[in-house]
């Protein structure tokens, strides 16, 4: 870490010379001098060196960077500001990259360059609400459904074999859910059971991202641009899970604890993704990276630093998570009736969930079950 920090002490003093006095003064190219000699140092017992911001978190090669300074909360408040989330510098990154890419970081309304070795992930915020087909029409309920899963299923297909994500798609998609939803859809009626281990994936996905939406919705969100980034986030909150091995996810039977340790990574793997692809609302790295983290402070990635409380988003998506592991029955477990989850998650409130939240789900998933029944 000593490194990083003398890298990031160097990156940011040429960044404060080049908005304070000029992008072309001599300082600006002493300083960037001196972070590529940092940099190409680190480069050399390394394949890539990242930083990422995840909410209030510097993520400095998939390691919380724990020190405080001014240093790097001004780096956060700048690349924040522009609504970068990840840099990722890779060997054979050259001055004339480094030196481009500063003051273009600092511009507010500049576009940034496409460098061969250094991947920068911008996050757009999405001022319009896109233009979604209501795919809710005369639709039987499980046609409707079934749909939806298919193209949630192609979602997932493009992640793993192209790490790509069709945006328009996407916002199609969870744009009929919310639409299912202000028509007054019972959400056990947008549930399904995975089938087998390869349909959980999607299909706990879909499941997380419906009982977001209703959760938002009953707590009196009604905003269909809201309601869509909160599905959004749900459905990709797993997302890291694709980047880890068959092998362990599948494993039946107890896991190692260095398996486990790769597992604890998802979080991490799926916020690095989705801060990589251009599109996606602020808010899906942010619950990918802290749908593990608990109420009380628990949980996982073990953050070292002092930071707020979860967003309330992933608060949200905790409670959808769990809800939905529970009933879905996997290799190790039987999934639960519902009547029979409710009591579970209402004994771990001191622990895992925010209350607020966990009574309001509670109260409003027994109404729906009510109606259901
Ligand atoms: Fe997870
Ligand atoms: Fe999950």
Not at 257 to 283: D, N, Q, T, V
Request: hydrophobic content about 40%; overall charge neutral; proline content about 3%.
């Amino acid at each position: 870490m000593v490194k990083a920090r003398n890298f990031i002490s160097a990156l940011m003093s040429a960044m404060s010379n080049c908005s304070l006095y000029s992008k072309d003064h001599a300082a600006v190219d002493e300083f960037s001098r001196k972070s590529l000699a940092i940099l190409e140092n680190i480069l050399r017992e390394s394949d890539n060196f990242e930083i990422m911001i995840i909410e209030d978190d510097l993520i400095i090669n998939k390691t919380s960077f724990k020190e405080i300074g001014l240093q790097v909360d001004n780096l956060k408040k700048r690349l924040k500001r522009k609504g970068i989330s990840c840099i990722e510098f890779l060997p054979g990154v050259t001055f004339k990259e480094l030196r481009q890419c500063i003051p273009e970081i600092l511009e507010f309304d500049k576009k940034i360059t496409v460098f061969p070795h250094i991947k920068i992930g911008v996050l757009d915020i999405q001022l319009e609400e896109a233009k979604t087909e209501d795919d809710f029409g005369s639709d039987d309920i499980s046609d409707f459904l079934f749909k939806q899963i298919e193209h949630i299923n192609e979602i997932f297909k493009d992640i793993s074999s192209a790490q790509q994500i069709s945006i328009p798609r996407l916002n199609q998609v969870i744009g009929n859910f919310v639409s299912a939803f202000r028509k007054k859809t019972n959400v056990l009626n947008l549930l399904s059971h995975a089938k087998s281990r390869e349909e959980y994936t999607y299909i706990h996905a879909t499941n997380v991202s419906a009982l977001s939406i209703f959760q938002m919705r009953t707590l009196g969100v009604k905003e269909s641009l809201f309601l869509r980034d909160m599905g959004i986030a749900g459905l990709l909150h797993d997302v890291g899970k694709l980047f880890i091995s068959e092998e362990i996810l599948g494993k039946r039977g107890a896991l190692e604890e260095k398996e486990w340790a790769i597992i604890k990574l998802h979080p991490l793997y799926g916020a690095r993704f989705l801060s990589s692809i251009k599109g996606l609302p602020r808010l899906a790295p942010i619950v990918a990276f802290e749908h593990h983290l608990k109420y009380d402070g628990q949980g996982y990635p073990e953050l070292q630093v002092c930071r707020e409380k979860q967003n309330i988003c992933s608060q949200i998506v905790a409670i959808s998570d769990c809800f939905d592991a529970l009933r879905s029955t996997r290799p190790y477990q039987k999934g639960l009736e519902i009547k029979e989850i409710l009591p579970i998650m209402e004994k771990d409130t001191a622990r895992g969930f925010n209350p607020f939240l966990l009574e309001n789900f509670m109260r409003r998933m027994g109404k729906e079950l009510h109606v259901f029944c």
